[in-house]
């Protein structure tokens, strides 16, 4: 079970017991997923810096947050100080995204570029060895609960490729419609952090749901 991870988005928690849903993932959870939604680049607005800053006073979880926002390098600081372990922001989003990943490394924070879906999956290549995750959405940003789209298989086999070919050590993570019936497959297209809202939180037991993806994830 070395190489998997699983990153529950608190996006799928009930946002009126947030700590208390956090709670339940801590000890289970490789990162906590934090998705920050702007309603422009996504038809959607979740929470933002505030909300960082206040769950960080009670968890020493690593903060894995995704920003679904335009203008990425306006906010990168605010969300360094709030309490980001690592910054995802969107390769579509940044006109200069090597100067965001300089300012997200600079800060001392690990760095994402997240790739939509419609976006040619080649257009994250030249960040390979230069940021600590790549983030291919499986889904359309915007929504949690969403199928998985059968069209990432492909594009997760040709991102694994080419960093391996690279003999680079850039994490692959996915984010959308990840389930139990699907981890495993996603793990062998080259996937190792696991973003999951619904599948832990929905779930009865989320520190239960975390161990039961790992173990379908690397049981085949
Ligand atoms: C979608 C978000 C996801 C979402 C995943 O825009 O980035 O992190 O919470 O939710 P599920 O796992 O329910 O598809
Ligand atoms: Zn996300």
Redesign the pocket.
């Known amino acids: 079970m070395k190489d998997i991870g699983i990153a529950p988005?608190i996006?799928?928690a009930d946002f009126g017991y947030l700590m208390r849903d956090i709670k339940a993932v801590e000890n289970n959870a490789d990162y906590l997923?934090i998705?920050v939604m702007d309603g422009h680049y996504?038809n959607n607005i979740s929470f933002g810096i505030p909300v960082i800053e206040s769950i960080r006073k009670y968890t020493d979880m690593k903060f894995y947050t995704?920003l679904?926002i335009t203008n990425p390098e306006k906010y990168i600081k605010a969300f360094a100080d709030a309490g980001s372990d690592n910054i995802t922001f969107h390769v579509e989003c940044a006109e200069d995204p090597d100067s965001v990943i300089d300012s997200i490394k600079a800060l001392g924070k690990s760095a994402g570029i997240s790739v939509h879906p419609d976006t040619p999956i080649e257009k994250v290549f030249p960040y390979i060895g230069k940021v600590d995750i790549i983030l291919v959405?499986t889904?359309y940003?915007?929504?949690?609960?969403?199928g998985y789209l059968e069209s990432s298989d492909e594009r997760l086999r040709k991102l694994r490729k080419a960093i391996d070919d690279q003999g680079a050590d850039t994490i692959i993570s996915v984010?959308?419609?990840?389930t139990k019936a699907n981890i495993g497959h996603i793990y062998e297209c080259g996937a190792r952090l696991f973003?999951?809202?619904?599948?832990v939180f929905r779930a009865e037991d989320p520190a239960k749901a975390i161990d039961e993806l790992k173990r379908c994830g690397t049981s085949s």
Do not use: C, E, R, Y
């Open positions: 988005s996006l799928a997923h998705d996504v995704h679904m959405m889904v940003p915007g929504f949690g609960g969403q984010d959308g419609g990840v973003v999951a809202g619904s599948s």
